[in-house]
């Protein structure tokens, strides 16, 4: 048994009250960047950007507004996930019927090797609720 500790834990309170929150050195990530953020009603992320390497991932856990990428504008709500590729354009508003609230993840594009089908491994030991 490894004496490292392989964990952290973290407890950032509650969603609603986080405006944005960086999650890389809280949680000292080391092969991707989350964030989790809100946009107030009709609150708008204030550029377009686009990233030398990472691609992200948009999870809109509340709320609605519209997302833009490369000229293009499409509503979204929760439940709506989007990828956007490195070169990608992009943009989000939020609606004016409340906050919006989302989990963006960026990795390196292409660097994923193997996915938790291969990557995965079941162990032996058990928690004591899989007795
Ligand atoms: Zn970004």
């Not at 946009?39 to 509340?62: A, C, D, M, Q, W």
């Not at 292409?110 to 007795?131: A, E, M």
Request: contains cysteine; hydrophobic residues 30%.
């Amino acid at each position: 048994m490894s004496t490292k500790r392989n964990y952290d834990v973290v407890q950032i309170g509650r969603i609603a009250d986080i405006s944005r929150t960086v999650l890389n050195e809280t949680l000292a990530l080391t092969g991707s960047e989350v964030s989790i953020n809100q946009l107030p009603s009709s609150g708008s992320i204030p550029f377009v950007h686009t990233h030398k390497e990472n691609e992200e991932v948009y999870l809109i856990l509340s709320g609605d507004g519209v997302f833009y990428i490369d000229g293009e504008e499409f509503p979204v709500t929760e439940g709506s996930i989007i990828r956007v590729d490195p070169s990608g354009e992009r943009c989000m508003k939020a609606g004016s019927n409340g906050p919006l609230r989302f989990i963006c993840i960026q990795a390196k594009a292409n660097s994923l090797k193997q996915h938790t089908r291969n990557d995965g491994q079941i162990q032996g030991t058990k928690p004591s609720w899989l007795n």
